[in-house]
């Protein structure tokens, strides 16, 4: 699905000790499973998430989706991909406090219609969200609703690629170990990227790559086989 | 691009952010509120009062000229024969004079002594033709000289004939017997009320030679001179005034000649720049509203960096995310609008009731209301939607 070849990302271009947090590596992943990229504070995890996106452009290098050169796409061509073919969860929920469950679902709905309002109830519910909860604002809700809330947000779409930035940083061990489950469900069909630098919630992944100074490197093997799902 | 489900759904989440900050919301529509409602209700009352003027000035006589003579020695006022020759002017359809005299009046035994009694002919009635409320006018027979027959006002009933009979009841007015054929409606307009007096019995019309008779000096001093409909005012006023000149041997220091029409010209485009004037003064706290709303929405735009991050990290587009806050303004400042156009109405209605003028309901002055809340709602709104689209997503979803 993606193709990453020699990506590049320089902060403080312009000053004279450049600050680079992807080093310029190769990179391929699959069209489905579920991968995660571990490593420390400015490792790059989170820019190689942001380039893979589209929400940032590398400095240099080429990200080919499905065949198609991210890099050159413009403004409005890398805002329908994400609409259309991308889902994200961030490590906050960042729902809207004014906004109920389901329609904190549908601001990411590309149509507006009644068909889309049951399926994103359809997807709440699957998702452990009762019913009485569909009407509630985000601070009636708990934090792990809240992210639950957002997952579904992620989904309603049916989007290719679901991008997690430390999905589970501000839930409890419980609800952190839901949200990788849930994820790990829908990675049977499509692909699911996780960055954190939690490594324990990352034992199911299918892959799992690590990030140490703006380089990667596979450390799948790193985790035993008995620990992996 | 823009489509009516992204406009609905920038309504409703516009609406929903309104509600959630009602109180702010409010205090932000405040200065639109009464921006709107000042605007409203000080054009809608100089509009009511102006109708009211210009209406008093049509009572008076629209579409006619007006021409009064002064006595003096050369000449004490005007004859059949200066009239002959004021009607034979270009323009003119015809002349109705006005002969006036206070005078007594007697019916059965009883004397009332101040009587206002005026001549008319029957070119007045035709153009006065809604003031008869029951009888008839005066007809060419009547205006033989020896006709003795009178049309009395609603006044003159209530003071002396009250209980008596009116259509052909009788009236002795300077040794003569009359015949009641008419009751008129006396003109409410303001000039008349001014010059009632409550002394007078009321006002008796009879034909107006014998009006003539009844002065005893057989000339007119007032005349109003109905032009014809495809003549210009203005130049049958010159052709008047050359006249009378001519009349009075070229002297025009002892007659005058006013044409309404013009006077009424001069009063609308009076009050018109009175309208315009206090509506300018009033558009200021308009101003001062959509600052309001500016602020307001920058404010917003601010406190929900976070949400304008998610939505573009989601795919919103510039112009959707710019549609979304311009609607959010543009619906604060109408929502504003409405409110200051119901409270303009209401003191339009409260100040036209105090001042016992007719309420006019000017959808000119809604359309102008409205109109100018959407445009506050644009002007102001777009600078802060502007700064939301151009917000980076990243950025905005990292902001504290």
């Known amino acids: 699905m993606f193709d990453v070849k020699q990506i590049c990302m320089i902060y403080d271009m312009e000053k004279e000790e450049k600050l680079y947090a992807l080093k310029g590596f190769d990179l391929q992943l699959p069209d489905r499973g579920l991968i995660g990229i571990i490593g420390p504070s400015a490792s790059g995890k989170s820019t190689l998430m942001y380039c893979l996106s589209t929400l940032k452009i590398p400095t240099e290098g080429s990200i080919l989706y499905n065949g198609r050169e991210l890099t050159n796409c413009t403004n409005v061509e890398r805002d329908d991909l994400r609409r259309r073919e991308f889902g994200f969860i961030f490590q906050k929920h960042y729902l809207v406090p004014y906004m109920s469950a389901v329609e904190n679902v549908m601001v990411a709905a590309n149509e507006k219609d009644k068909t889309m309002r049951k399926k994103a109830e359809e997807i709440l519910t699957k998702l452990g969200i009762r019913e009485r909860e569909f009407s509630k604002k985000p601070a009636k809700l708990s934090g792990g ?34 949200v990788m489950k849930i994820l790990k469900e829908y990675s049977l069909e499509r692909l699911v990227l996780v960055v954190t630098h939690d490594k324990s919630i990352l034992k199911d992944c299918d892959r799992i ?12 093997s790193d985790i035993p086989e008995k620990e992996r799902g | 691009m823009l489509n009516f489900a992204v406009v609905g759904q920038s309504l409703r989440m516009a609406l929903q952010n309104i509600r959630s900050n009602r109180m702010r919301s409010f205090l932000t529509m405040l200065g639109i509120i009464i921006g709107v409602g000042a605007v409203i209700g000080l054009v809608t009352i100089v509009q009511a009062v102006s109708g009211e003027l ?24 005007l004859s059949d024969k200066d009239m002959e020759v004021l009607a034979n002017v270009e323009g003119v359809e015809g002349l109705s004079p006005t ?33 008869i409320l029951s009888g008839r006018a005066f007809n060419e027979q009547d205006m033989s000289g020896d006709a003795y027959v009178c049309i009395v006002d609603q006044s003159y009933v209530k003071h002396a004939l009250l209980g008596k009979q009116v259509l052909g009841g009788q009236i002795l007015l300077h040794g003569y017997r009359y015949t009641i054929v008419g009751i008129y409606k006396k003109s409410d307009n303001m000039m008349s009320m001014m010059m009632d007096d409550s002394t007078l019995a009321g006002t008796i019309l009879v034909p107006y030679k014998n009006a003539l008779t009844m002065t005893g000096n057989g000339v007119v001093n007032s005349l109003e001179v109905y032009v014809e409909d495809s003549a210009d005012m203005t130049k049958v006023e010159e052709r008047l005034r050359a006249t009378m000149k001519n009349l009075y041997n070229e002297n025009d220091d002892f007659f005058s000649v006013y044409n309404f029409s013009s006077l009424m010209d001069m009063v609308d485009s009076a009050t018109s720049m009175m309208s315009g004037l206090l509506g300018g003064i009033a ?10 709303i500016m602020n307001m929405m920058l404010v917003s735009v601010s406190e929900r960096t976070k949400e304008i991050g998610l939505r573009k990290a989601l795919g919103a587009t510039p112009g959707r995310i710019q549609a979304q806050f311009m609607i959010e303004s543009i619906v604060l400042s109408m929502v504003g609008g409405f409110i200051g156009i119901v409270l303009g109405e209401s003191i339009a209605m409260i100040a036209a009731k105090l001042m016992d003028t007719k309420f006019v309901f000017s959808v000119g002055a809604i359309m102008l209301g409205f109109g100018f809340s959407a445009a506050v709602g644009i002007i102001f709104g777009w600078m802060p939607a502007k700064r939301a689209s151009e917000l980076n997503p990243i950025d905005a979803l990292r902001a504290e």
């Open chain 1, 145 to 178: 609703q809240c992210q639950r809330v957002a997952i579904a947000r992620a989904v309603i779409n049916d989007p290719k690629v679901i991008f997690a930035d430390e999905p589970t940083a501000s839930l409890d061990h419980e609800n952190a170990y839901n």
């Open chain 1, 209 to 220: 790559l690590e990030m140490w100074d703006g380089e990667i490197r596979d450390a799948s």
């Open chain 2, 54 to 77: 210009m209406g008093e000035f049509s009572d008076l006589g629209a579409g006619t000229i007006s021409v009064q003579t002064y006595a003096s020695a050369m000449k004490y006022g």
């Open chain 2, 99 to 131: 002969v006036s005299l206070t005078t007594t009046s007697v019916v059965g035994k009883e004397v009332y002594e101040e009587t206002n009694v005026e001549g008319k002919n029957t070119l007045y009635f035709q153009h006065n033709s809604d003031i």
């Open chain 2, 283 to 292: 558009s200021i706290s308009l101003l001062v509203g959509g600052i309001g």
